[in-house]
Structure formats: C-alpha cells, structure tokens
C-alpha cells in the first residue's frame, strides 16, 4: 500500500514563501504523475500543478510564474516552490500521486492528508 506524507505548510506573510513536500512509502510500486492540489474554505479542490515521471509539468494560471512543481525520482518526493505568495493562496493543500503496483500490476491513486498554508496580508 502506498502512502503520501506532506509536510513544509504553515504560516506566512503576503509575499512570502514556502516549500512544500510529499513523499511516497510503500513497497514495489512505480509512480507516474503526481501534483499538488488545494482547496481553500467554502471552494472545490482544485489543481494547482502536476509532473510527470520524465518531468513535464503544469500548472493553474492563477501560480504560473509563481509556483514551482519539482520530484526526486529516486526518493519518490515531490516539491512545491511557492514564491510570492498571496492570502488567496491559503488553503489546504493534498498532494496526489498515480502509479502501478508491481505485484498486481494495478494502477492506483492515492491523496496525501493535506496540509494547511495561510498567507497572512
């Protein structure tokens, strides 16, 4: 069974930044995409960015230019640079993950517990 871990949210002022992190665990599996989603009070979950495994990304226009999507392969990690950032950025923010079991060969999905960012003005 794989698992995502989060950790890097907090606390910080308009302008600021931060980093989070999300690391896979489990056994023989393989990750393909992953990315970072947030869904802010009262609002849907949305995408914020995505990475493939060859590296390729995207990402929400409201963070283009701002935000940065980066993985580790070898560490099954991902990462989310978030410079600049702005009180609407707040949210809590998942990181999600999809791959194949290798003893199944089953593809899978799985969303970290989500993590808390607050951008203060």
């Known amino acids: 069974q794989v698992q995502l871990v989060e950790s890097g949210g907090g606390l910080v002022k308009a302008g600021g930044s931060l980093r989070l992190s999300c690391a896979a665990s489990g056994s023989m599996f393989s990750i393909y995409a992953m990315g970072w989603y947030r869904q802010a009070p009262g609002k849907q979950r949305e995408l914020v960015a995505g990475i493939s495994s060859g590296g390729s990304t995207n990402y929400a226009d409201s963070v283009k230019g701002r935000f940065t999507i980066s993985r580790d392969n070898a560490k099954n990690t991902v990462y989310l640079q978030m410079n600049s950032l702005k009180p609407e950025d707040t949210a809590v923010y998942y990181c999600?993950?999809?791959?194949?079991?290798?003893?199944?060969?089953?593809?899978?999905?799985?969303w970290g517990q989500g993590i808390l960012v607050t951008v203060s003005s």
């Open positions: 999600n993950a999809g791959g194949v079991a290798h003893m199944t060969s089953r593809s899978f999905e799985v």
